[in-house]
């Protein structure tokens, strides 16, 4: 081989190897701007979901229900409790801001799975005793802790979760909403509980593409929103759209 053809082959090296690592370069920058929400790869347009909201716990502090509600804020889910003793310390306090500046709002629990469904049941709904909320509560169903890598017993989980939701809506009269991520939802729910309605979490898909087939009436699509009114250690907020438009929305705060 002569020294033109070896010096040659050596730039066109150099070249893909430039090429390569501008091209890692740009996809670190590009997965950096995703996970810090500046760039939002499945954006629901506002005319295809007009009706869009948040869901908040003391993680916002302080919130100005007023300010969001101006930012054009439909609809709030409030965590209320956790497990069987668990309340959140803010959720009084948001139950009634929110009321008060005319942002219908939902309470949520977070599911536990090291505590019994009665008696999570009970803690939810003590917390909610006295108290007037226009959406329907919703339970979050999702992996946490040592769960995301050691995902507990399906069918103990399952009737665990069912006495919840039963004693809720025994007591509510009305379904509760069923959060879930896409993992949650194929691991524990899907065929399971197809009868209560879905609150999906799909912060890269839409539901359509991750859950062909399957009804769903809130997407949480992000968890890095931006918003005025609020002044907590999270700098962030979790965006949701409701799936319909004006009526079905009416109808479901007159549910």
């Not at 959406?135 to 769960?147: K, R, T, V």
């Amino acid at each position: 081989m002569s020294k033109q053809s070896t010096a040659n082959r050596r730039r066109a090296a150099r070249r893909f190897f430039t090429a390569l690592g501008a091209l890692c370069v740009l996809c670190t920058a590009f997965t950096a701007l995703v996970w810090r929400g500046v760039i939002v790869l499945n954006t629901p347009s506002r005319a295809d979901y007009p009706i869009w909201g948040v869901d908040v716990s003391h993680y916002q502090g302080e919130i100005d229900w007023a300010t969001l509600r101006d930012q054009g804020v439909r609809f709030a889910f409030i965590k209320a409790t956790e497990g069987s003793g668990h309340v959140d310390e803010r959720f009084a306090q948001n139950a009634s801001g929110a009321a008060d500046a005319g942002v219908p709002a939902g309470a949520y629990h977070f599911f536990s799975f090291e505590s019994y469904g009665k008696t999570q049941a009970e803690n939810l709904l003590s917390a909610l005793r006295g108290r007037e909320m226009a959406l329907p509560c919703a339970i979050d169903f999702e992996f946490y802790g040592a769960f995301f890598e050691n995902p507990p017993e399906v069918e103990q989980t399952r009737a665990e979760l069912r006495a919840m939701l039963e004693a809720v809506e025994a007591e509510t009269g009305e379904k509760p909403l069923l959060y879930a991520t896409w993992r949650s939802y194929c691991m524990y729910l899907e065929g399971a509980f197809d009868g209560y309605p879905l609150w999906i979490r799909d912060v890269y898909f839409w539901p359509s593409l991750t859950l062909p087939g399957r009804e769903w009436t809130f997407w949480q699509y992000s968890d890095k929103g931006s918003l005025q009114g609020y002044a907590g250690e999270e700098e962030h907020i979790d965006l949701n759209v409701f799936n319909g438009g004006e009526a079905e929305f009416a109808a479901l705060l007159q549910a």
